[in-house]
């Protein structure tokens, strides 16, 4: 009995979430991303998010953050987030009120609904904010956003 | 006992062994984590050493075109006059190699936020001028306030390893960093091969752990199919199987040995039937276990009607000992044994007792001893315990098991002794005289063991072998005539019986096989002995009366089962020419039998002088060692 429970506390140790010999699997760029975006997302809103995500929505479908839902259409969500990859579907949510939000630099900076960016440069994670766009939106962000936010 | 301190062994040979193995294995586990870490850290030195002393004299290039700078015009400077940002971003190019993959110049804005100010990087990659870059750890302010160039790991990329800053100080202020990230391939490449590593330990655990589980379940059922190995199915007690593995490990000096054999067993069987037989067995050994000491005493089933009991010794003495078999002793004789739904009997046992096994050299010679005073217990008169002293027996007597093993081994043999017609003194008959060959060859008389297999089923087994032996003899001589000694058990055996009933229907065989009985209370008082002397007879066998004239002599006896011929008992003849009495008692026997029509043999003739005696006497036929010591034929 002392060996099996042995065994299974090293098993346990080696294939835990965290700890000293943890075997642990990293998030990949798009979960990476996913994460990110979902806190933007329920930072700026401060309250449930409901996000209609253009292009792939795989790693979002799997955060299961509490008060985040992947809305069906733009009219349900009251946050977008539009990948690179599905820059032609944005047409569908051209009218919605919701905030705005991408990945792609050229979008953001072709389209000024879009109020925030998030982008990887010298392979680090980056976040801008348009201080014109945020008030065009009457969009506040909390304190701790104060160093993404350019005067643009 | 025995079968948990054998499993316990073995359990604690696998169970260190695999903790051992685990132990191992977590071990490894965490040294390919330093492992790593001191790869990764050599590694790093070798491929940043050279890079941190260019990166330190770049740094003082840049410092050198912007020297006349204060701290806060130099940004400025850089800014506005793109000649300089060339030739900043020139020196900066010179780092790009496989292994530094970014470098450029950042500077704090007023806000705290870091800032572009030059980057050497190809077009795409390129920032522009005030471009906001966003910092991942507050540790980028360092060099800011130290003045020293740091190294930062990277957490957030696969493609970074380590980041080096190094501060341009202006005028004792530090205006600007100059970074440069590495992306060294092989710290990736170990740890992919360290990863893979560990899980070929997690999976070598993952087969132990699995290899343990099923080393558990095979010694569940071992300890299984051990227990219906060493348990007799109907006492339910351990077997002999049990003392044979046990034997090895024991202790002489824990135990005290008996050995207990149930009285007059066979005549239970044979009244009231093998079913009746068990049932006694089966309740006098939950009586006796009733009894023992858990834990510490050992009840065995020996074999048939005989138990081994294992005492273990207290204190070295042997007081608990012998309460302890008194007690058992006790409670056999007051149990009331049930052997039907109706009816009821008692029974007793006979114990011999060997209290100091450690005198000798091992368990089967000091069994052996217990076995010598069980035979005493059984000769004294049953229902006893008898204690071994060392004057009771020679303990060159042949035991009941090594009967057994003679008889099973087919080192049971015959030598026969001729008898002479007293007048012709031609050989007129042998007698048929039973022997065991040693293991070691040499021939062991009847004396040392005939008495040892009295009153069990081995007297009855070793008849069977006589009877068969002189079967052979006379079927392949047709002109020898042979006598075989039968005990009294044989009269009333079966299977005894049957055999001489088959050989008297073949031609002249039972004319040619005296069967010699040796005169005894047994046969005189029981009657059923007596009728199948008279079957014998009837079916053409000669009668003898062996050793007549020693012990019980009833010339009464000798009418009843009309015996053919007297064998006059050797002690007798032996001092015929030295005592008077012996001599007057032979001449009577000889007078008597001559009267009675029955013929006589002189046994132990072993001189001239004592045959010519003996033909004086009229005697018939001689035997002894005058004519022929005895013989294989």
Redesign the interface.
């Known amino acids: 009995m ?3 429970t ?3 506390l ?2 346990s140790l ?2 835990a979430q965290d700890g ?2 943890t ?1 642990r699997k ?1 998030d990949t760029i798009g979960e ?1 991303e996913a994460k990110i975006v979902a806190q933007i997302a329920a930072d700026i809103l401060n309250k449930d998010v409901n996000i209609y995500v253009v292009g792939e929505q795989k790693d979002f479908m799997t955060l299961g953050m509490n008060g985040f839902r992947i809305a069906k259409n733009c009219k349900e969500a009251n946050f977008i987030f539009v990948s690179k990859q599905s820059v032609d579907d944005m047409e569908l949510c051209e009218n919605s009120r919701a905030i705005h939000f991408t990945n792609s630099r050229e979008l953001f900076n072709k389209n000024r609904d879009f109020v925030g960016l998030f982008y990887w ?8 904010f348009s201080s014109k766009r945020l008030e065009s939106k009457l969009t506040m962000l909390p304190k701790s956003y ?3 936010i ?1 005067e643009f | 006992m025995i079968q948990t301190k054998l499993l316990t062994k073995k359990s604690i040979i696998i ?1 260190t062994t ?2 051992f193995l ?1 132990f191992l ?2 071990s490894l ?2 040294s390919t ?1 330093k492992l790593q870490q001191n790869l990764e850290k050599k590694i790093f030195e070798t491929s940043t050493n050279d890079t941190t002393s260019i990166a330190r004299n770049i740094s003082k290039e840049i410092y050198r075109l912007t020297a006349q700078y204060g701290a806060r015009e130099v940004i400025q400077n850089i800014k506005s006059n793109t000649a300089l940002q060339k030739e900043i971003e020139e020196k900066l190019s010179l780092f790009l190699t496989k292994d530094i ?2 470098a ?1 110049l950042l500077y704090r804005d007023r ?3 870091f800032r572009f100010l030059a980057d050497a ?1 190809k077009q795409s ?1 390129k ?1 522009f001028i005030d471009q ?3 910092i ?1 750890s507050v540790l980028w302010n360092k060099p800011f306030n130290t003045k020293e160039p740091i190294f930062l790991e ?1 957490r ?5 390893s380590v980041t080096y800053l190094v501060p341009i100080v202006h005028k004792n202020i530090v205006s600007m960093i100059l970074v440069v ?1 590495f992306s060294i391939k092989r710290v990736d490449d170990i740890e992919d091969i360290m ?1 893979k590593i ?2 070929g330990i ?1 999976l070598l ?2 087969a ?2 699995g290899f ?2 099923f080393a ?1 379940f095979q010694a569940l059922r071992y300890q299984r199919s051990k227990k219906d190995v060493y348990i007799d199915r109907l006492t339910k007690i351990y077997n002999k199987n049990y003392l044979l593995d046990y034997e090895p490990y024991m202790n002489l000096h824990d135990y005290i040995i008996c050995a207990i054999d149930i009285d007059h067993f066979k005549k239970i069987n044979d009244t009231y039937g093998h079913a009746a037989g068990d049932r006694v067995l089966e309740r006098l050994a939950s009586v006796m276990f009733i009894e023992t000491r858990k834990n510490r005493d050992i009840l065995i089933r020996y074999g048939g009607e005989e138990f081994c009991l294992l005492i273990k010794k207290e204190r070295e003495s042997d007081a608990v000992g012998l309460n302890l078999l008194d007690r058992i002793f006790t409670k056999v004789a007051q149990e009331v044994f049930e052997i039907s739904e109706y009816e009821r009997i008692g029974v007793t046992i006979s114990i011999g007792v060997n209290l100091n096994p450690e005198n000798q050299r091992d368990f089967t010679t000091a069994f052996k001893l217990a076995d010598i005073a069980l035979y005493n217990a059984k000769n004294g008169g049953r229902n006893r315990i008898e204690i071994y002293a060392e004057s009771i027996e020679d303990s060159s007597f042949l035991t009941i098991n090594e009967i057994k093993d003679a008889i099973y081994d087919g080192r049971l043999m015959c030598l026969f002794q001729p008898i002479v017609d007293t007048k012709t003194q031609k050989v007129v008959h042998h007698e048929a005289l039973v022997r065991i060959r040693a293991k070691d060859g040499t021939i062991i008389t009847p004396d040392k063991f005939l008495s040892v297999t009295k009153g069990t089923f081995i007297a009855r087994n070793l008849t069977k072998e006589v009877l068969d032996i002189c079967y052979k003899k006379l079927f392949l001589d047709k002109s020898l005539s042979l006598s075989v000694n039968l005990n009294p058990q044989d009269l009333t055996s079966e299977t005894i019986l049957e055999i001489l009933k088959m050989y008297a229907k073949i031609d002249t065989f039972s004319q040619r096989l005296g069967l010699e009985i040796l005169e005894s209370e047994e046969i005189v008082n029981y009657e059923e002995a007596q009728q199948n002397i008279l079957m014998l007879k009837s079916l053409g066998y000669q009668i003898y009366i062996d050793d007549f004239g020693s012990g019980y002599s009833n010339f009464i006896y000798l009418a009843q089962i009309n015996a053919d011929v007297i064998k006059i008992d050797g002690s007798i003849i032996k001092n015929i020419l030295t005592d008077k009495l012996s001599y007057l008692v032979a001449k009577n026997i000889i007078s008597f039998a001559k009267e009675a029509n029955i013929k006589t043999i002189a046994e132990f003739v072993s001189s001239k002088e004592i045959y010519e005696a003996l033909r004086g006497l009229g005697v018939d036929k001689c035997q002894g060692y005058y004519f022929s010591s005895p013989k294989e034929l």
């Open positions: 002392k060996i099996i042995l065994c299974i090293l098993v080696l294939t000293p010999f075997l990293k990476l440069f010298k392979s680090r994670p980056n976040i801008t104060e160093q993404f350019e | 169970g695999i903790l685990v294995l977590a586990y965490v984590i993959k970014y450029y806000k705290g936020i990087s990659e920032a906001k870059f966003d991942d990277n957030v990329s696969k493609e970074l990230d990863k560990r899980y997690l655990a993952l132990i752990l343990a589980i558990l």
